[in-house]
Nanobody, 121 residues
Framework: QVQLVESGGGLVEPGGSLRLSCVAT????????MGWYRQASGKERELVANIIRGGIKNYTDSVKGRFTVSRDYLRNAVLLQMNSLKPEDTAVYYCNAEVLSDRTSSWIDYWGQGTQVTVSS
Protein backbone atom coordinates (compact mmCIF):
# COMPACT_ATOMS: atom_id res chain seq x y z
CA GLN A 1 0.00 0.00 0.00
CA VAL A 2 1.27 3.43 -0.95
CA GLN A 3 0.34 6.44 1.14
CA LEU A 4 1.14 10.11 0.78
CA VAL A 5 1.47 11.60 4.24
CA GLU A 6 1.01 15.37 4.34
CA SER A 7 1.78 17.87 7.07
CA GLY A 8 2.21 21.58 7.60
CA GLY A 9 -1.16 23.19 6.93
CA GLY A 10 -2.82 25.65 9.27
CA LEU A 11 -4.02 29.19 9.86
CA VAL A 12 -1.77 32.11 9.00
CA GLU A 13 -2.21 35.85 8.62
CA PRO A 14 -1.87 37.53 5.23
CA GLY A 15 1.79 37.99 4.39
CA GLY A 16 2.79 35.02 6.49
CA SER A 17 4.47 31.76 5.54
CA LEU A 18 3.76 28.06 5.75
CA ARG A 19 5.67 25.00 4.67
CA LEU A 20 3.89 21.88 3.44
CA SER A 21 5.55 18.49 3.44
CA CYS A 22 4.49 15.23 1.79
CA VAL A 23 6.23 11.87 2.07
CA ALA A 24 5.45 8.79 0.01
CA THR A 25 5.42 5.72 2.23
CA UNK A 26 4.82 2.02 1.67
CA UNK A 27 6.10 -0.43 -0.93
CA UNK A 28 6.95 0.77 -4.44
CA UNK A 29 9.84 0.83 -6.87
CA UNK A 30 10.22 4.55 -7.39
CA UNK A 31 8.53 7.93 -7.53
CA UNK A 32 8.48 10.07 -10.66
CA UNK A 33 6.75 13.45 -10.55
CA MET A 34 5.51 14.94 -7.27
CA GLY A 35 3.60 18.10 -6.61
CA TRP A 36 0.79 20.01 -4.97
CA TYR A 37 -2.74 20.82 -6.04
CA ARG A 38 -5.34 22.86 -4.22
CA GLN A 39 -9.09 23.15 -4.14
CA ALA A 40 -10.85 26.19 -2.76
CA SER A 41 -14.46 26.05 -1.68
CA GLY A 42 -16.74 25.98 -4.72
CA LYS A 43 -13.86 25.76 -7.19
CA GLU A 44 -12.16 23.03 -9.17
CA ARG A 45 -8.91 21.46 -8.08
CA GLU A 46 -5.91 23.19 -9.68
CA LEU A 47 -2.20 22.56 -9.95
CA VAL A 48 -0.16 24.75 -7.61
CA ALA A 49 3.35 23.48 -8.31
CA ASN A 50 5.10 20.28 -9.27
CA ILE A 51 8.46 18.78 -10.15
CA ILE A 52 8.45 16.39 -13.08
CA ARG A 53 11.11 14.15 -14.62
CA GLY A 54 14.37 15.99 -15.15
CA GLY A 55 13.73 18.24 -12.19
CA ILE A 56 11.58 20.63 -14.20
CA LYS A 57 9.41 22.79 -11.95
CA ASN A 58 5.99 24.14 -12.87
CA TYR A 59 4.01 26.79 -11.03
CA THR A 60 0.58 28.24 -11.55
CA ASP A 61 0.88 31.94 -12.37
CA SER A 62 -0.73 33.19 -9.17
CA VAL A 63 1.99 31.69 -6.94
CA LYS A 64 5.10 32.44 -9.00
CA GLY A 65 7.65 34.35 -6.95
CA ARG A 66 5.92 33.44 -3.69
CA PHE A 67 5.91 29.63 -3.54
CA THR A 68 8.85 27.26 -3.98
CA VAL A 69 8.53 23.54 -4.62
CA SER A 70 11.41 21.17 -3.89
CA ARG A 71 12.11 17.45 -3.67
CA ASP A 72 13.90 15.30 -1.13
CA TYR A 73 14.69 12.32 -3.33
CA LEU A 74 16.16 10.21 -0.52
CA ARG A 75 12.93 10.50 1.50
CA ASN A 76 10.60 10.40 -1.51
CA ALA A 77 9.22 13.72 -0.33
CA VAL A 78 8.00 16.97 -1.85
CA LEU A 79 8.00 20.29 -0.01
CA LEU A 80 6.11 23.49 -0.72
CA GLN A 81 7.41 26.67 0.86
CA MET A 82 4.66 29.28 0.74
CA ASN A 83 5.59 32.90 1.43
CA SER A 84 3.64 36.16 1.21
CA LEU A 85 0.42 34.24 1.60
CA LYS A 86 -2.81 35.88 0.50
CA PRO A 87 -6.43 35.18 1.47
CA GLU A 88 -7.01 33.80 -2.03
CA ASP A 89 -4.48 31.04 -1.27
CA THR A 90 -6.99 29.59 1.19
CA ALA A 91 -7.81 26.04 0.10
CA VAL A 92 -7.31 22.37 0.83
CA TYR A 93 -3.88 21.43 -0.51
CA TYR A 94 -3.36 17.92 -1.89
CA CYS A 95 -0.10 16.14 -2.52
CA ASN A 96 0.17 14.16 -5.75
CA ALA A 97 2.75 11.61 -6.84
CA GLU A 98 3.35 9.23 -9.75
CA VAL A 99 4.50 5.97 -8.20
CA LEU A 100 5.87 2.86 -9.88
CA SER A 101 3.95 -0.02 -8.32
CA ASP A 102 5.96 -3.04 -7.17
CA ARG A 103 2.91 -5.22 -7.80
CA THR A 104 1.92 -4.20 -11.33
CA SER A 105 5.13 -2.51 -12.54
CA SER A 106 2.97 0.33 -13.82
CA TRP A 107 2.87 4.02 -12.95
CA ILE A 108 -0.03 4.95 -10.68
CA ASP A 109 -1.25 8.36 -9.56
CA TYR A 110 -1.65 8.73 -5.80
CA TRP A 111 -3.19 11.54 -3.76
CA GLY A 112 -2.78 12.64 -0.17
CA GLN A 113 -5.72 13.18 2.15
CA GLY A 114 -5.44 16.96 1.92
CA THR A 115 -4.35 19.61 4.39
CA GLN A 116 -6.21 22.85 5.04
CA VAL A 117 -4.45 26.16 4.51
CA THR A 118 -6.35 29.21 5.72
CA VAL A 119 -5.03 32.74 5.22
CA SER A 120 -6.98 35.20 7.31
CA SER A 121 -6.53 38.04 9.76
Amino acid sequence: QVQLVESGGGLVEPGGSLRLSCVATGRFFSVKGMGWYRQASGKERELVANIIRGGIKNYTDSVKGRFTVSRDYLRNAVLLQMNSLKPEDTAVYYCNAEVLSDRTSSWIDYWGQGTQVTVSS
